[in-house]
């Protein structure tokens, strides 16, 4: 306790407005002259954010407590205190990791000028692990790996299901093909095997490891390769981009408003922590030393996160991963919400079974201060979700069962809470290059928060022997379904907090006068109510078609011998949309045409609609128009998903979507 600290209690609302009016001015004028590139500039914003923080912090402590006792009404308040406190924790700590940045870009352009020079290229070996995945799936990761420009390179399909007609397939497109008789140790001990049997065949010195639905662009070797120059790297890790938006994106309609989160992991966390040298492997698209992997006794498989626990088993050995910040490779993200949440606890289970290990980063010897650091950090990312559940339910806890979560009116709320929320808003948004929206981050914070927080509970009673359990991609997303379960769950607090609201009004026990302490959460009442009815919408599942990416080139469409010209709007594997000034007046749904594709070529097609000067044909290439199309769709910039955030028009589509069934 610091006791020389006063908070005194506002009188004045429209003082208090008019003051936080003023701090939201002078944050968004800082916003707009400093450059979030200068670190100094990075080091004074994020200051700035952290002293008002504190301020909130300092006044959480002092006097929204009440005092220590015996009894649920002075326990509850220290176990939401203890909870907030966490986040907080986590996000001082961000703050002071993001005062620093690298950019890797200029070195890889000297070192690939030097090989370039001196034509020494290293061999490298193409791991590309696949489980359970489908063709249409796994041929977007072997077609763009084969065509990779490196002067010497092999490519190997590590099947972890051991499926005849994958091996057939690679025989057929010219990769190699290696399984195994069980599945032991997981994708570590899938790539372990493949480790093990290239070593007496190819052996390059160079491992790039790749996830089934990954498709590498042409350069990324020449652009990864040069980095190992220094001794100390063992890797070389590049971000994950998708070509396909999340369930959360794609369900509120808002993927070309709305950057997901894993965004703000790879393009602002992961540099920032490679300037610490504390960058840590993501599990695909990252190029590895052979000799570094085999000094440690292969990938480890202590855990279900052999990413995260490889580039920390290095660190051990003196070794680090450095962040090449460049887009090489687009994969699939996860389709549906099942699958999503799948994904992020597996990641939060491995993370906690890591810390765990004897030799982790916690326990084991070998580890700098600074390591140790950034792997609670990484800890604490994860721990912050039970306050995430605590906060929805809070306010109905104090309407049904006269239990407040902090003593606080809603002056000194305004007062010293939210100046905190604009600071973190606005530095938010202006260190991540506007990555990040208000209620639309929340929300998907919050669709995990329940299941991650059940996982840490189960983590701390039994955190091994769980199995591993793979993200299914590709199969059937054609139809509209709903998470009932989830949505039971988001309805019912978002009811809970709706009823709150209107009982504090008739509750026959109520007080005649609405007290600032009822004010105070009332408006938090409204917020978990408006939170959890946009993460209720997210469970209704919206269906997706075919990939279709944005094209808008010249084109012919072929119909009964004569050839029209054409704008070719869109493009996909099977499907295409053209624009024709002038259609032929016979053609109909059903019609067989062929569309001209470069590089492909004349492609057979089937036209499906016709409207509006628009024609939606769907596309059935031959065997080599299909890898030529893959070449074309999965190794290219085409960017479907957005790179930076609009509040307006994510807020445009969170309403077009309350209104819309799919």
Not at 89 to 113: C, H, N, P, W
Not at 143 to 166: E, F, H, K, Q, S
Not at 252 to 263: E, H, I, N, Y
């Amino acid at each position: 306790m610091i006791p020389s600290l006063q908070f005194p209690a506002p009188q004045d609302v429209w003082a208090v407005l008019t003051a936080d009016l003023g701090i939201f001015i002078g944050l968004l004028v800082m916003a707009g002259l400093l450059d979030r590139t200068n670190a100094m500039a990075r080091a004074l914003f994020g200051a700035t954010a952290a002293v008002f923080i504190l301020l909130y912090t300092a006044w959480r402590w002092h006097e929204t407590l009440p005092r220590m006792e015996p009894g649920l009404e002075q326990i509850w308040p220290y176990v939401f205190f203890a909870s907030e406190m966490t986040a907080i924790l986590y996000t001082l700590m961000s703050i002071v990791i993001l005062f620093r940045f690298k950019d890797r870009t200029g070195e890889a352009d000297r070192e690939q000028a030097k090989l370039t020079a001196s034509g020494d290229w290293p061999a490298v070996d193409i791991f590309i692990c696949t489980y359970n995945e489908p063709l249409d799936v796994v041929e977007k990761s072997i077609i763009p790996a084969l065509a990779v420009d490196y002067p010497n390179v092999t490519v190997w399909v590590c099947d972890d299901t051991r499926r005849g007609w994958l091996k057939a397939y690679c025989e057929e497109v010219g990769a190699r093909y290696v399984t195994r008789p069980d599945n032991k140790g997981a994708k570590a001990g899938n790539l372990n095997n493949a480790l093990n049997h290239t070593a007496g065949l190819t052996n390059a010195p160079i491992i790039l490891v790749l996830d089934a639905d990954f498709a590498v662009a042409p350069n990324i070797l020449r652009r990864a390769v040069g980095l190992f120059h220094d001794q100390s790297c063992a890797v070389v890790q590049t971000p994950q981009f998708f070509f396909n938006a999340d369930p959360i994106q794609h369900n509120l309609m808002a993927a070309d408003a709305w950057v997901d989160d894993q965004r703000i992991f790879f393009d602002v966390f992961q540099p920032a922590k490679d300037a610490w040298g504390c960058a840590f492997c993501v599990g695909t698209s990252f190029l590895v030393r052979r000799d570094r992997v085999v000094e440690m006794g292969g990938f480890p498989h202590d855990a279900i996160c052999e990413d995260i626990n490889l580039t920390y088993s290095l660190m051990r050995h003196g070794y680090e991963t450095h962040w090449l910040n460049e887009r090489l490779s687009a994969g699939l993200s996860a389709e549906g919400l099942p699958e999503y949440i799948t994904q992020r606890t597996r990641w939060c289970l491995g993370t906690m079974q890591v810390a765990l290990l004897k030799a982790g980063p916690f326990r084991g010897r070998d580890y700098n201060l600074m390591q140790r650091l950034h792997y609670l950090h990484g800890v604490l990312n994860w721990m912050c979700k039970p306050f995430i559940v605590l906060m929805l339910v809070a306010p109905s806890i104090y309407w049904f069962f006269d239990l407040p979560a902090f003593y606080a009116d809603y002056l000194s709320f305004l007062r010293y809470g939210l100046p905190a929320l604009f600071a973190l808003w606005i530095y938010s948004g202006w260190v991540s290059g506007q990555r990040t929206l208000p209620l639309f981050m929340e929300v998907t914070h919050i669709m995990t928060a329940l299941a991650i927080t059940l996982t840490l509970f189960s983590a701390a009673i039994r955190p091994f022997g769980r199995p591993f359990k793979v993200t299914d991609k590709g199969g059937d997303r054609t139809v509209a379904m709903v998470r009932w379960k989830m949505a039971a769950g988001f309805g019912t607090i978002s009811a809970l907090s709706a009823g709150a609201i209107l009982w504090s009004f008739i509750s026959p026990n109520g007080a005649t006068e609405i007290s600032p302490l009822d004010y105070f959460n009332l408006l938090w009442a409204g917020v978990a109510m408006l939170f959890t009815f946009v993460a209720f919408l997210v469970c209704f599942e919206r269906p997706r078609g075919s990939e279709e990416f944005p094209v808008n080139e010249p084109s012919s469409l072929r119909w009964n011998g004569v050839t029209y010209p054409c704008t070719l709007a869109s493009l996909g594997m099977d499907v295409a949309t053209v624009r024709i000034g002038t259609a032929p007046r016979d053609l109909t749904a059903g019609d067989e045409v062929q569309l001209l594709v470069q590089p492909t070529g004349w492609v057979e097609a089937t036209v499906r609609s016709l409207g509006s000067g628009a024609v939606a044909l769907g596309l059935a290439p031959a065997p080599q128009q299909r890898r030529d199309l893959i070449l074309r769709l999965f190794t290219t910039a085409i960017d479907p998903i957005a790179r930076t955030a609009s509040l307006g028009v994510a807020l445009r589509a969170l309403l077009h979507r309350c209104f819309r069934a799919t």
